[in-house]
């Protein structure tokens, strides 16, 4: 199986959601079906950026994730770009026979049988700030697959009011998939000093929104990785 | 069932371990059987605070529980000082009763027969950098009613090199129980400003040397609450 990779790095620690703060090595497919106005990984998204994707069979991924991880089994993150457009399913039946863990987030736009495979499958539909439309049948097709794999939850990132709005309906309809909310990442130029205290005022800013409102559903969590490293890519 | 409480308060997040970025109401006992070094909750730890704690039955802090959390169910989170020198009981069989969820962090120098009753028992054993010392006998005892409760964890705090290689060692005993590290707080003034890249530094030192180590067993937060509002108490 060949794979479209835009980068493969680690280990480092999950900086998101459900498994934050866990060490992992990410694969980060390229390509998307989506092109989120505010996404963080264009380099992974645009086909400007296509020549820098590497095309490699699933064995020499594996045997890459196996280098970095100094063979110790931990947990692999499939990100991208949307993994989910591409076919992960061997990756993911080597490295389980060798005792490593599968983690994927997706938008959820893309179905695929390998979902079931997965320890963690993390659906993460695009909110309106992004300029995107979910497709909900899609989702759903998305939900029923994971519905095999170890855990299977939401995250949802909030930039505004109407983001909020609308994860707070979201919910309403999957209040079974435990969920996760994160304000949105407004400085997304590598280059530029990141401000911490901006950071940290975002998170208050939508803590404070869901206390105030009763609603406690949803964790709320910032991304780790930006707090320590900043917007760098390869950490 | 008469207890004694530094503080209730809430609804805020839990700023971590298993647990991060949950919506709580805190219960913090007044009274601990140690007196670590750096404790940044003295105001429930030392006696000369006692004036300050309130003596209240276990129906009184239900009813302060449900008032903050306007009856809405969510996890409260029992702290301390010491939360198991007192017998929450009482106030668990209530909570749970009424859909509430029920979190406690104890260093685990005493075993309760409620552990087994909690949907989180964090057990935090306390690093050589506290002063303090390990009865693993007891600590072993809070293990085996803690396999009652929804999930156990270990949560280890790591204020330097020693502390570290000390949390590689306990965990190596006790690797079936799921570890979240943190790195210490050093700055538990609560008039002092954060300095959040100092916070964000020493998360990063502590994932760092994990990860040199090929240590990928814990997963690494820091202290969201710290992040957000500084050492402020009540929030």
Redesign the interface.
Known sequence: MTLRIAEIFG???QGEGA?????TVFVRAGGCDYRCSWCDSLHAVESRYRHSWATMTSETVWEQVRRL??D????VSLSGGNPAIQDFGSLIAMGRAAGYRFACETQGSVARPWFADLDTLVLSPKPPSSGEEVDWDAFDACRNLGVGARQQVMKIVIFDETDYQWARDVHARHSDLPL?LQPGNTEVNPAAPVD??AL?DR??WL?GK??AD???A?????Q?HV???GNKRGV
Not at 72 to 75: A, K, Q
């Open positions: 280990p480092t620690i498994l934050i703060g866990e060490p991880s100094g110790r089994p931990l947990t996760y911490l205290q940290a998170l208050g803590i869901a206390l009763g609603w406690f949803p964790r709320i969590l910032p780790l707090l320590i490293w």
